[in-house]
T-cell receptor, first 116, second 110 residues
Framework: AQKVTQAQTEISVVEKEDVTLDCVYETRDTTYYLFWYKQPPSGELVFLIRRNSFDEQNEISGRYSWNFQKSTSSFNFTITASQVVDSAVYFCALSVGYTGGFKTIFGAGTRLFVKA | EPEVTQTPSHQVTQMGQEVILRCVPISNHLYFYWYRQILGQKVEFLVSFYNNEISEKSEIFDDQFSVERPDGSNFTLKIRSTKLEDSAMYFC????????FGPGTRLLVL
């Protein structure tokens, strides 16, 4: 069975602090995709990143960076120099294939508060 | 870049009424999905649809739910007799290898 664990329910930081959101996943599939989404108060799921299971290269996009480690089944997300606009719920998700397509399993989410 | 669209963005209905949520997937995609997010909870898989039939469904997707692709572009989720607990955000998705979620429909059942 597949599972995504985001152990941090809520994190509160002061603007300009760095913050890391943890994600641990479980799957027996060798081919899978990992995602991070941002969900602002308006409710939409804003796609941030997708990694496939064969690409462990870490990625940086502006203030965002992601650390994918298959050895520990983790896909952590770091925001550098956080801003108030980063306040949102962040979901880590795992997508695995089956005969019907792909199924995406979400973690419970981490609510990030960035205070000015 | 093409995106998944959903209508309506918000819907309020009375318990026991039928609702139809609409989605326009990305045009060349073959697989379509519905997900649900109850307020404050995580996003959950409801159903996948391929080749004009359901390919997988979760235990949430019971007999009150149905999906169809009535024409070449729309993908709908029907809830026959809504319950209070159906109040949630419903997301449509289509994909080739990466999920493109629609903006969601916020359903409120009174």
């Amino acid at each position: 069975a597949q599972k995504v664990t985001q152990a941090q329910t809520e994190i509160s930081v002061v603007e300009k602090e760095d913050v890391t959101l943890d994600c641990v996943y479980e799957t027996r599939d060798t081919t899978y995709y990992l995602f991070w989404y941002k969900q602002p108060p308006s409710g939409e799921l804003v796609f941030l990143i997708r990694r496939n299971s064969f690409d462990e290269q870490n990625e940086i996009s502006g203030r965002y960076s992601w650390n994918f480690q298959k050895s520990t089944s983790s896909f952590n997300f770091t925001i550098t120099a956080s801003q108030v606009v980063d306040s949102a719920v962040y979901f880590c998700a795992l997508s695995v294939g089956y005969t019907g397509g792909f199924k995406t399993i979400f973690g419970a989410g981490t609510r990030l508060f960035v205070k000015a | 870049e093409p995106e998944v669209t959903q209508t309506p963005s918000h819907q309020v209905t009375q318990m026991g009424q039928e609702v139809i949520l609409r989605c326009v997937p990305i045009s060349n995609h073959l697989y379509f999905y519905w997900y649900r997010q109850i307020l404050g909870q995580k996003v959950e898989f409801l159903v996948s649809f391929y080749n004009n039939e359901i390919s997988e469904k979760s235990e949430i997707f019971d007999d009150q739910f149905s999906v169809e692709r009535p024409d070449g572009s729309n993908f709908t989720l029907k809830i026959r007799s809504t319950k209070l607990e159906d109040s949630a955000m419903y997301f449509c998705a289509s994909r080739d290898t990466g999920p493109g979620f629609g903006p969601g429909t916020r359903l409120l059942v009174l």
